[in-house]
């Protein structure tokens, strides 16, 4: 953490202290005004007829105009207490304003220091020679804009281009994949898919024909090359999410919650263990690296829920919209507020962030609850959890059990 950003989290926390403290004292004034005055008003109405009967009954004329007097003081105070407890309420209303408009103003500070610093961190802390595609800085740049490309539109290929990842727009009329791949091999660009595997629904194109309509946007597989990382790297990256997570705006305060019951240590470990469950199949004797599978999967669960749609990183996050098409799934929403791309997933820091951020959204009450499995029912129950079944909850006890002995 910089010495700007530790800064700025103790002014945070101080503001937010001394906001707090001028809330509770504004709410519990203004709620004490509004009962006392009401109290008075409804008293003090029934004890003014008691007492006007009695004056007006006895002709107690020198009394009129001293009770008149009093009767007018003693009204407007009342209408004074209670316009004081309203101005105390609107006042505990604007500080509540005041608090989100800081808290937004530190969210700006914090993220453009990320933006600026996470490059820079990142070298900084990696003890092993990171490979040249994950030193693309387009991987941590928040102002990317992913663009059509048009130059083999003569060839019918119309292509989108998120950085070090490109979409295959489909066309009308095309049905098949193979069909897709072998036009794209025919480019030196993606000469690289001519090898078989990529048309494995696992390696490659992880797309089924029957699922192809026109305008549909079909991820070009990565490199196999360049997506391997071992789980030695993997770990040096994920003390890199960890830390930039202890500052995000939105997350921080779970993520300190999650480091001090269960470990920094134990959550790497766990991260590691889903990441290898989605994208290694070994589970045995963990020779393969983490993230040989394609880092895109299409996922249709059509006895499940009717989702069509792609997910994305090291975790396979589900990229879905909600049924009306237009608002995001909390998964979704999560990429969209870490201002991420579907090709800047592929980096293992933001791919971590985004499955920790997963996380705390998945089981908003207990951020912890992926993080504490001590057996097999455990696993099979929060693999369940967190992707509607248990298929993998041996697989992922194995690889828990195996990181936890490194």
């Known amino acids: ?117 996470s490059t820079n961190q990142n070298e900084s802390m990696l003890t092993f020679n990171e490979r040249p595609y994950f030193q693309n800085p387009d991987f941590f740049d928040k102002d990317f804009k992913v663009k059509k490309d048009l130059v083999y539109k003569d060839k019918w290929i119309i292509l989108m281009r998120d950085a070090w990842m490109t979409f295959y727009i489909v066309q009308d009329g095309e049905t098949k994949k193979e069909d897709i791949r072998k036009k794209l091999f025919s480019i030196p660009e993606f000469s690289y898919l001519k090898d078989s595997v990529y048309d494995d629904k696992i390696m490659g194109f992880n797309v ?17 090359e360049d997506r391997g990382v071992d789980i030695n790297e993997f770990r040096e990256y994920s003390k890199i999410a960890l830390e930039e997570m202890k500052n995000n705006a939105n997350y921080w305060e779970k993520t300190k919650e999650l480091i001090k019951k269960v470990g920094e240590e134990k959550i790497i470990n766990t991260m590691i263990a889903f990441a290898r469950c989605e994208t290694a199949t070994d589970h045995k004797k963990f020779l393969d690296p983490i993230w040989t599978t394609a880092l895109h999967r299409w996922e249709e669960w059509s006895k499940k829920t009717p989702l069509k749609a792609f997910s994305f990183s090291y975790y396979h996050i589900l990229m879905e919209k909600n049924a009306d098409g237009k608002t995001p799934w909390p998964w979704l929403k999560a990429r969209l507020n870490l201002w991420l791309t579907e090709w800047q997933c592929y980096h293992p820091v933001n791919a971590w962030k985004l499955f920790l951020w997963y996380c705390f959204e998945k089981v908003k009450s207990d951020p912890t609850y992926f993080f504490k499995i001590n057996n097999l029912e455990e696993a099979k129950k929060k693999w369940g959890k967190y992707n509607w079944d248990s298929s993998y909850g041996q697989k992922l006890w194995d690889n828990i059990q195996y990181l936890s002995k490194k």
Request: charged share 35%.
């Open 1 to 117: 953490m910089t010495k700007k950003q530790e800064s700025l989290k103790n002014a945070k926390e101080s503001w937010k202290k001394i906001v707090k403290w001028w809330k509770d004292i504004i709410r519990w004034t203004a709620k004490v005004l509004s009962w006392t005055g009401k109290a008075l008003y409804y008293l003090i109405d029934a004890w003014d007829k008691a007492i006007w009967e009695q004056i007006e009954k006895k002709q107690l004329e020198k009394w009129k105009k001293t009770w008149k007097v009093w009767k007018f003081i003693r009204d407007n105070t009342t209408k004074l207490m209670i316009t004081l407890s309203l101005v105390g309420y609107w006042g505990h209303k604007t500080m509540d304003m005041i608090e989100d408009k800081q808290k937004n103003k530190q969210e700006l500070v914090i993220s453009n220091d990320n933006d600026e610093e």
């Open 208 to 224: 089924p024909d029957a699922s192809l309509k026109k305008w549909l946007c079909i991820p070009i597989p990565v490199k196999v």
